[in-house]
């Protein structure tokens, strides 16, 4: 019997529950959060509430921001967002950014990450990107070791500064 094929859609209203707790499942969840947004205090992974509608209504409206699902018998098991950046450097060429990857932990192993990544890759061809580019926390050897395998290479030093 072959097994189900996977499908990458953009997202939908209706899947920001799902996409929700595929950030809820992650086990480094609680560990990322900024301190003044953990535990209850802003960041909750339990509901969707208005900022995730907002976010995705925001992306509806952006050609060039675009939040995604992976479906597996018709269930969200993933989940990632593309975004594309005109930059002035490189002769003014347009990179594409991949963030919030997340597969849910029933579902990994089963080639829905590799699916992903080639949809994005494909996509950001398909766009003219120069690159494709991602961060991963620096906790997430395994991440790294996936990506790697992708073709990504550990090439820069991501850092962040939370604002709020």
């Not at 594409?96 to 061809?125: N, P, Y």
Request: net charge positive; hydrophobic share 40%.
């Amino acid at each position: 019997m072959t097994p189900d094929p996977v499908r990458i859609r953009p997202a939908r209203e209706g899947d920001l529950s799902a996409i929700v707790q595929l950030f809820a499942d992650d086990e480094l969840a609680a560990g990322n959060a900024p301190a003044h947004l953990a535990g209850g205090s802003g960041l909750e992974y339990d509901l969707a509430g208005p900022g995730h509608l907002a976010a995705l209504a925001e992306m509806d409206r952006d050609p060039n921001n675009r939040a995604y699902v992976a479906e597996l018998a018709g269930k969200v098991v993933g989940t990632f967002q593309l975004t594309f950046i005109r930059q002035l450097s490189y002769g003014g060429c347009l990179v594409a950014q991949i963030e919030s990857v997340h597969v849910s932990s029933q579902a990994r192993s089963q080639g829905i990450g590799a699916t992903m990544m080639r949809f994005a890759i494909d996509e950001a061809r398909r766009r003219g990107a120069l690159r494709v580019q991602l961060t991963s926390n620096v906790r997430r050897t395994r991440a790294h070791q996936f990506y790697e395998r992708l073709g990504f290479h550990p090439t820069h030093v991501g850092m962040k500064l939370y604002l709020r």
